[in-house]
């Protein structure tokens, strides 16, 4: 799963399109948000550095990065 930062109102004058914080499957590049209306910060499974409820996990790899997949398309 790839991790796309949040970019606020502000940057849009930079050029940059504002967008909320969002995990990315690795299969199909389907995008979930990370933050939910009316929550105060990104939910615990993403702050314990896991998948996404539903979603498989895939294992790190010596770099650090693992790959995670959505539930349709789930190898």
């Known amino acids: 799963m790839s991790y ?3 970019i606020g109102f502000g940057m ?3 050029g ?3 967008c909320d ?3 990315i499957c690795d299969g199909c590049g389907l995008v979930r948000p990370i933050v ?3 929550r105060m910060g990104p939910p615990a499974w ?3 550095g896991k998948a996404p409820p539903k979603w498989k996990q895939g294992k790190r790899i010596p770099d650090g990065d693992r790959q995670d997949f959505c539930p349709r398309c789930k190898p």
């Open 12 to 14: 849009a004058s930079l």
């Open 21 to 23: 914080p969002a995990i």
């Open 46 to 48: 993403f702050l314990d």
């Open 4 to 6: 796309r930062v949040g």
């Open 36 to 38: 939910s209306s009316g």
């Open 16 to 18: 940059f399109q504002p």
